[in-house]
């Protein structure tokens, strides 16, 4: 059940156009419906606003389709994250609306938009090794609503190429910085820019980046203030945060 539901039905009881059992047995409906290999969560937009997102890697395609029946079937939209060449062939045989973002790694699929947010997301990346997180992260803030302008190759090697891009930055309400390496390009955004900065290290680097280990320390010791970090290569958690950050200062400007 997702809240505009819960309100519709709200109403329809008010106007006298449903009666109480009615309402209490949909409010008691199972919120969870079980697959055997999932137990798919129903009740998730009523909780959080948004639908279980799916993460595609080590399903199988049929399982991803399987539970986007289920989350689909309730919410009208689905996002998955993380799908393969295969994973993408089947969701879309099933879901000829869908789309499949390959630069993104991300399936979507919905049948209207949601209302678009007031303010802007950017979405800042060092390389263009790191777009496939990059996208992610847009993919995802877009997805659930926001306006998104990607940034891309304005890493610190170059660093005229980032004040160049400076005011675009500066404008937006939430800024995600993607970047690699020694992972320096966050720090010099966090000193310029006066608004929420969500860093998202990747894997992308030489021996001794360990994996982005190296990048993600590189972000956590940053005294750029303002600056918090999801996980490696995390573009999905990056850009569900941004989501969450702008909604708020959404309802506040109401």
């Keep these: 059940m997702t809240p505009v539901q819960a309100a519709e039905l709200l109403d329809r009881f008010q106007r006298g ?7 209490l047995r949909a409010f008691q409906s199972a919120p969870v419906s079980e697959l055997g290999f999932a137990a798919v969560d129903l ?8 639908p279980e997102v799916i993460y595609g890697a080590g399903k199988t395609p049929e399982q991803v389709v399987a539970i986007a029946e289920k989350v689909v079937g309730v919410d009208n939209r689905v996002l998955v994250t993380r799908v393969g060449p295969e994973h993408a062939r089947l969701f879309l045989e099933r879901f000829p609306a869908g789309v499949h973002h390959a630069a993104a790694r991300c399936l979507t699929l919905e049948t209207s938009p949601l209302k678009p947010r007031s303010g802007e997301i950017a979405v800042v990346a060092a390389g263009t090794s790191d777009l496939p997180v990059a996208e992610e992260a847009a993919i995802t803030a877009e997805f659930m609503g926001n306006p998104v302008r990607r940034i891309y190759d304005v890493g610190v090697a170059g660093i005229h190429r980032l004040f160049a891009r400076l005011p675009e930055i500066q404008a937006a309400r939430v800024v995600i910085v993607v970047a690699g390496m020694e992972a320096a390009l966050p720090s010099v955004v966090g000193g310029l820019v006066g608004r929420p900065i969500i860093g998202v290290p990747t894997s992308v680097g030489y021996g001794s ?6 990048a993600l320390l590189g972000m956590l010791n940053s005294c750029a203030s303002g600056l918090t970090v999801v996980n490696i290569d995390n573009g999905f958690g990056a850009g569900y945060a941004a989501n969450a950050i702008n909604a708020l200062s959404d309802s506040a400007s109401r």
């Design 43 to 50: 009740h998730r937009t009523l909780r959080k606003g948004f």
């Design 17 to 23: 156009e449903t009666d109480r059992d009615s309402v």
């Design 209 to 214: 980046h360990l994996g982005g280990l190296t």
